[in-house]
């Protein structure tokens, strides 16, 4: 999600906000009755209540910020933390079918991923970067996986693949993912995910 804001300003910002709060600090803890280092001291200790804070907001207070203001799942990028059913509509070699699956998402501010078991391989995350569509503004997921499949006998290609896929968040609702995939085995297909559990 970080991606989503203009870093650049957003890390000015803070440093501006940071350095205006300690240097207020040191003007007020310095008089005749303070030296310097102990003014200093008071702000480096206020700098440092403020670095707990902004670390708490990033890694732990963003989804309670989510849920307190609805509108920024729509403004910056929906909270998709949760478990999701998976559907996988695959085609390889001439065949093709429909797929079972279990997704795990989990985000924070800084980073998401998403860890799949389906019935005869499992797959983790390489890459997961969210987006928005340049145009509308429709929430993206581009997510690039690692495939291993369970070692069974009949298992045809047991050795892991990777892939890619390109997911949209469903216009009705950000319970719903949607996007159409393909690996380095030759295969392509479609995923449908919703959400049952956050």
């Given at each position: 999600m970080i991606r989503l804001l203009p870093l650049g300003r957003v890390i000015t910002a803070?440093?501006?906000?940071?350095?205006s709060i300690t240097g207020f600090i040191l003007w007020l803890a310095y008089d005749d009755a303070t030296n310097l280092t102990d003014a200093i001291s008071i702000a480096f200790s206020g700098s440092t209540i403020l670095n707990a804070c902004l670390l708490g907001a990033f890694y732990l207070g963003w989804k309670k910020l989510w849920a307190k203001f609805p509108?920024?799942?729509?403004?910056?990028?929906?909270?998709?933390?949760?478990?999701?059913?998976m559907e996988?509509?695959?085609?390889?070699d001439g065949k093709n079918g429909v797929s079972q699956a279990r997704a795990f998402i989990k985000q924070d501010f800084l980073k998401l991923g998403m860890d799949?078991?389906?019935?005869?391989?499992?797959?983790e995350t390489?890459?997961?970067?969210?987006?928005?569509?340049?145009?509308?503004?429709?929430?993206?997921?581009y997510y690039?996986?690692?495939t291993t499949p369970k070692?069974?006998?009949?298992?045809?290609?047991?050795?892991?693949?990777?892939g890619a896929a390109?997911?949209?968040v469903g216009v009705d609702g950000k319970d719903l993912l949607r996007g159409n995939y393909f690996t380095s085995r030759k295969s392509a297909g479609h995923y449908e995910l919703r959400r049952v559990n956050t």
């Amino acid at each position: 999600m970080i991606r989503l804001l203009p870093l650049g300003r957003v890390i000015t910002a803070i440093a501006v906000v940071y350095a205006s709060i300690t240097g207020f600090i040191l003007w007020l803890a310095y008089d005749d009755a303070t030296n310097l280092t102990d003014a200093i001291s008071i702000a480096f200790s206020g700098s440092t209540i403020l670095n707990a804070c902004l670390l708490g907001a990033f890694y732990l207070g963003w989804k309670k910020l989510w849920a307190k203001f609805p509108q920024l799942n729509t403004l910056l990028f929906p909270d998709l933390n949760g478990v999701w059913d998976m559907e996988i509509h695959w085609e390889r070699d001439g065949k093709n079918g429909v797929s079972q699956a279990r997704a795990f998402i989990k985000q924070d501010f800084l980073k998401l991923g998403m860890d799949v078991e389906a019935e005869d391989s499992d797959s983790e995350t390489l890459i997961a970067v969210p987006k928005k569509d340049s145009e509308t503004g429709r929430p993206l997921l581009y997510y690039v996986f690692l495939t291993t499949p369970k070692h069974r006998v009949d298992t045809e290609n047991p050795e892991p693949y990777k892939g890619a896929a390109i997911l949209k968040v469903g216009v009705d609702g950000k319970d719903l993912l949607r996007g159409n995939y393909f690996t380095s085995r030759k295969s392509a297909g479609h995923y449908e995910l919703r959400r049952v559990n956050t």
